[in-house]
């Protein structure tokens, strides 16, 4: 509840400059020093194409949170967007400005935006990830109980499902 | 469909056995005998193992 109460007043102050905001739009943040769990990688936004609604395996369909690691390894998937939030509380709130450093340090790893191989594999594995947890959750709410129902092929996350970038934010050590 | 369509779509669906994929012959044989559905759930990779994997808890 405590984040809905807070995402809704942030919309409501900062509605036209999310509506105005383009998709893709990303930032650089240093790790917290006092979370031990919140480690170099990245959190992506991705918003599932079509007419996806069912929100029996995704409770934010159809958008999907995940923070990944450098080396490829999912730390929190889409199911856990309650954890994802926090860490995203924990070093974004009421930070106003960009980490000049970390976005120069940025620039020069990326050769000012041209080389993006890490990231597009970071992409890759969390894309890939998805579908896979997708189909987990399916298999595991089928033997929960006589309640789950299976969303359509259509509506799932599949390793060939389009998913649109919303925004991403990556976590990098100084 | 008619009794005697039904049983001649039954009738090939059971014949693609022999050059279908299985899961594409099984749920052609599936929808002969009406039951339809787009609800599935995907294995990767599609094998006993990870059938067992996934459901055997």
């Keep these: 509840v405590g984040f809905r109460i807070e995402l809704s007043k942030y919309i409501e102050a900062n ?4 509506e105005d905001a383009p998709l893709g739009l990303y930032s650089v943040v240093p790790p917290h020093p006092e979370h031990q769990v919140i480690t170099p990688g990245v959190i992506f936004c991705f918003k599932q194409k079509g007419d996806a609604t069912s929100t029996t395996v995704n409770p934010l ?6 923070y990944v690691l450098l080396d490829g390894t999912v730390r929190f998937t889409f199911v856990q967007p309650k954890q994802i939030l926090e860490i995203y509380r924990l070093l974004c709130s009421g930070k106003t400005a960009a980490h000049e450093q ?10 000012n935006g041209t080389d993006m191989s ?15 947890t997708f189909q987990k959750r399916i298999a595991a709410g089928l033997q929960s109980g006589r309640d789950f129902v299976i969303p359509n092929q259509s509506e799932q996350a ?12 990556v976590i990098k050590a100084k | 469909m008619n009794d005697s369509e039904t049983k001649k779509a039954i ?13 594409d012959a099984a749920t052609a044989l599936l929808e002969s005998l009406g039951y339809r559905s787009q609800k ?9 193992e990870t059938f067992v994997a996934t459901f055997a808890k």
């Design chain 1, 15 to 18: 509605r036209k400059l999310l």
């Design chain 1, 61 to 66: 369909q159809p958008y999907y949170l995940v």
């Design chain 1, 102 to 111: 970390l976005c120069q340090l940025s620039d020069s790893e990326t050769k």
């Design chain 1, 118 to 132: 890490l990231y597009n594999k970071l992409l890759a594995a969390t894309v890939d990830s998805i579908a896979r």
């Design chain 1, 158 to 169: 599949r390793e060939t499902t389009d998913f649109e970038l919303i925004t991403w934010l």
């Design chain 2, 11 to 23: 009738d090939a669906s059971l014949k693609n056995f022999a050059d279908k994929p299985l899961a």
């Design chain 2, 40 to 48: 599935r759930v995907t294995l990767k990779p599609n094998t006993p």
